[in-house]
């Protein structure tokens, strides 16, 4: 479990339309199920836990891709203390 696989699988998502699609399955309304998210990253190749896919996608410096920002463009954000499970992605 690592925050290196979490970004490995990231780095993927970001160049697979098809990986996109199974992503984009696992977000409504602006969320993200991290620990789907992780499941989904397992399955290919990617061992990292729900907290370290929470720590990729919220780090101050990173910039969103195209596809994260559609993901989060349409819905409204969910501030993390409601929500232990699904979290807000990008923030």
Request: hydrophobic share 35%.
């Amino acid at each position: 479990m690592s925050i290196q696989a979490a970004q490995a699988f990231r780095q993927q998502t970001n160049t697979s339309p098809a990986l996109q699609a199974e992503v984009a399955r696992h977000v409504s309304n602006g969320t993200i199920d991290y620990a789907a998210l992780a499941e989904l990253g397992r399955k290919h190749g990617h061992d990292f836990t729900a907290e370290d896919a929470v720590t990729v996608l919220s780090a101050p410096s990173d910039e969103l891709s195209d596809f994260e920002m559609e993901l989060v463009s349409g819905g409204t954000l969910i501030p993390p203390q409601f929500s232990k499970r699904d979290r807000p992605m990008g923030g």
